[in-house]
Every structure is written in structure tokens, then in C-alpha cells.
């Protein structure tokens, strides 16, 4: 989330307001299976749904910015493979400039605003992901500039609402809570968090395309920064049931699971995400499967099973060793040792505990972890 772009705008246009119309009813009933096989990672069915969509509207960026969101997703379930960046970043290349050619003949043509806006702040997301922070605000200057045209022209409409939700709450929250990026947000406007979770809502109940995308954004908002972890679990639970195969909600679910205390619930759903890693299904990669041993090996520790939780919580650690290379050493490698140290201590091993412990203070503090080694290291920890 700490990267997450202040500007990641909407999917497409509200037909249902009659505020501008997309295309015939055949094509949007493309536009709406498609859209459905995206959250559902059925990438190729999505894919051929669009492909008709280009053949049927040529001049149109529907279908051509539909296309670029597979490779969104693609992106953002492989988060250890560039493989799917070019063609992204070629397909959103294309989206602006259909774009363009419809803003030369009529620079007020809702659709091309609209899109454009939509594929310049997906791209922005795309380079806030991989830190290019000055690329990602240029885009979110020139993303927000086209969305503030395209609500003179449609105000009211819903599924608009995703984008002004989307910078309206971070364009609040992410100066204040990362102030790395005060200088980078300075000369946008200034966000309202509380509209901004209004908007994000109000996109989430009533617009006609871009109502799921508000429910993930939402969701991330509530789960990682609001701590609203009841309207978090409302949206998992809906997400999930409505798109199964979808290893991003999944993942969100038993994070969810977690935090609410559900242990025997949390437990098997990393099972689950771990069988479905080993299996290979698709999109379940190797961050799924390091998040799964860590989440298994600390449900086994709070039932005591003191043996099975070292052995996950040594996979936790193994896996991050290859993950964590370019990283440093993220949270999961941390506390998987901290709790093998622990582990340690509770056997009566304490010669092997004190080696984790210093082992710890090698490593990044994380989640007050130096402070906890510091401690255990005089006095063995007791549970």
C-alpha cells in the first residue's frame, strides 16, 4: 500500500445515467463479461471478450483499455515478474492515443477524456509501484486535470466517482502518513478523506462498471489504513464468494481472518492458498506461498504444536531468503525468527534461542522486534 499512486483512476463510463453512452448493448454486454473474467483471472476469456470489443469499435478505447487492465492484474498477482510491464505499458500507449485522435476532432468527447484519464493514472500506479516517484506524479497532475473535464461534463455519474474517491482520500492520507512524498503531492490538489471514502462508496453501490474496483480499493483502505476491519471482512467475504478464483482476494481473506482472530478459520484458508501454490494454479506464486507458511506456522504455535510451527516457520524463512534478496529483509523473515527463537526458549533450548536472538538484531527492526531480542536475550521468554 505504501505505494500505492494517489491517482489510480476508473474503469468505464455510466451508461445507466444517460449522461454519455459508451456503445450498442452487444458491446457492452462484452464490456461487463469481460470485465467479470479480469476479477475472476479468467485473463484469456476476458482477453477475447475485448478483442471483440476492438473488432466491433475500432475508434473507440474501451476495448483497448480493458485489454491493458489484464496486464494490470497480471502485474499485480506476479509481483516478482516484469514479464507482463512492456506489454502494459504498449497497451496503455495505445489507449492514449485512440484517445488523442478523438480529442482532435472534439476536445470536449467524454470518452476519450474519460479514458485517457483512466489509462494516464493506471500508468502512474504502474511507476509508483516501481518507485519512479517523479514519472508517477507527472502522471497524476496530468490524470487528476482530465478527470476534473471529464466531472464538468458528467458530475453526477458514479462510476466517475471511483477516481475522485480514490484521490480525494489519498491524496490526504499518503503526505501524512509517508512524508517522503510531501514534496512530490505539493503542487496537486489537496484531498478530503472523508469525501473521499463517500465517493468510494457511493461508486461501490451504484456504479454501473466500476463497482468492483471501488470495493478492492476500499478494501485496501480499510484492512491497511482505517483499521475498519468489519467493513474489510464485508467486502472480502463478498469479493471472494463472487470471484473464487481470484488468489489476490484470497490472500486479503486470510489476512482478514487473522487480524479478527479467527484461528481455525485462518488456518485452513492458508492451507488452502498453500495446496493451490503447490499445485501451481494460476496466480498463486511464490509471495503467496511464503505469506501461507508464516500465517500456518503461527496458527500452530498458538495451539502449542511447537514442533509442526518450526517447520513452516523455517519454510517462511527459507522462502525469504530468495524473495527478500533485493528487498532486505521484510516482516515475514523477521518474525518467523523471532518466533523460532521463542520456540527455542519454550523447549528449553536456550543456547539456540540466544543465536536467533542475536541472529535478530542483524536484521531490520521490525514490528518492535530488536526490542523483543534485547529482552529475551537476559530473560529467556516465557509464554
Known sequence: MKKYVLIALFFVANVANAQWAIMRTDADSLVRLGVGYIYDVQFSKAEECFRQVQKMYPNHPVGFFLDAMVDWWKITLFKDDNRFDDAYLKKIDKVIEVCDVLLEKKAQDINALFFKAGAIGFRGRFYAQNESWVKAAKDGAEGYDLLIQCLKIAPGNH???????????????????????????????????????????????????????????????????????????????????????????????????????????????????????????????????????????????????????????????????????????????????????????IQGKRQYAIKQYEKLLKMKDYDNSHSQAKTFLKTPFKR
Open 159 to 345: 462510476d466517475i466517482m471511483l477516481g475522485t474517491g480514490i484521490y480525494n482520500y489519498f491524496a490526504a492520507v499518503l503526505p501524512e502518513k509517508y512524508p517522503i512524498i510531501k514534496p512530490l503531492v505539493a503542487f496537486l490538489q489537496r484531498g478530503d478523506k472523508s469525501l473521499g471514502i463517500l465517493q468510494l462508496n457511493s461508486a461501490a453501490r451504484n456504479a454501473q462498471y466500476a463497482a468492483v474496483e471501488a470495493k478492492v480499493v476500499l478494501l485496501q483502505i480499510y484492512y491497511s489504513f482505517e483499521n475498519d476491519l468489519y467493513r474489510a471482512e464485508d467486502l472480502i467475504n463478498e469479493l471472494t464468494s463472487k470471484y473464487p478464483n481470484n488468489p489476490y482476494f484470497h490472500r486479503y481473506l486470510g489476512r482478514i481472518q487473522v487480524r479478527r482472530g479467527y484461528a481455525a478459520e485462518f488456518e485452513q484458508t492458508w492451507r488452502d492458498i498453500l495446496k493451490n501454490c503447490i499445485a501451481k494454479k494460476y496466480g498463486y506464486e511464490r509471495y503467496a506461498a511464503r505469506e501461507a507458511t508464516y500465517y500456518i506456522g503461527l496458527s500452530l504455535y498458538e495451539k502449542g504444536d511447537y514442533e509442526n510451527a518450526l517447520k513452516y516457520f523455517y519454510k517462511c524463512d527459507e522462502g525469504s531468503r530468495v524473495l527478500d534478496k533485493s528487498s532486505g529483509h521484510s516482516g515475514f523473515m523477521v518474525l518467523s525468527n523471532l518466533y523460532v527463537a521463542k520456540i527455542f526458549d
